[in-house]
């Protein structure tokens, strides 16, 4: 007798599914699940529409239409969400209202996590698509708002960083005070 493969078999051990499935399952997110009030429908677990949302980004995969198709045909994202199937609805409604308000904690607790691994550091900050104004150009008005949003958005990093910082210097002097 012939048994189909398990989704286990089908993905390598070293594949990127792999390491989103084994980061995000670290990180805390009870204020995520808090959000979710109960009762009604049973919904789908915040962390597996987290993962498949991250994984969904990681390679391309925007459109919330997009990663509903990939979580019926690809096996990576069968693996990851377990076989579960969310809609396109259910992805977006999850992206939009859910992860909107927590996704600054994610970020933080995912760079925090990485750097105590030796993943990333933190030493430097490089950004891509700065904007600069040029004096001869005869549309100056029209980059004045993409430089102060680029400006804005440089800043913000850098805000992440200082978090991100003092959330590992923070963690490091509490070990050594244990």
């Not at 997110?29 to 109960?38: D, F, N, P, Q, T």
């Not at 789908?44 to 994984?55: F, G």
């Not at 990576?76 to 969400?81: A, C, D, E, Q, V």
């Not at 992206?95 to 970020?107: A, E, P, Q």
Request: glycine residues 8%; positive net charge; charged residues 25%.
């Amino acid at each position: 007798m012939l048994l189909p493969p398990s989704y286990e078999d089908l993905v390598p051990e070293r594949h990127p599914v792999r390491v989103v499935n084994e980061v995000l399952e670290r990180i805390d997110i009870g204020a995520l699940e808090a959000s979710y009030k109960g009762g009604g429908a049973s919904s789908y677990h915040p962390r597996m529409l987290l993962k498949v949302l991250v994984y969904g980004y990681l390679r391309n995969i925007y459109s919330s239409r997009k990663i509903e198709q990939a979580c019926c045909e690809n096996v990576h994202f069968m693996w990851l969400s377990g076989g579960a199937r969310p809609d396109h609805n259910t992805i977006s409604d999850f992206r939009s209202k859910r992860l909107k308000v927590h996704l600054k904690k994610v970020f933080n607790q995912v760079v925090v996590l990485l750097a105590e691994q030796g993943v990333l550091s933190l030493k430097e900050l490089t950004l891509d698509g700065t904007k600069i104004e040029a004096n001869a150009h005869r549309y100056t008005f029209v980059w004045g708002k993409a430089i102060k949003v680029s400006r804005a958005d440089r800043e913000a990093a850098q805000g992440v960083v200082v978090v991100c910082r003092e959330g590992i210097s923070g963690r490091g002097a509490a070990a050594k005070r244990a």
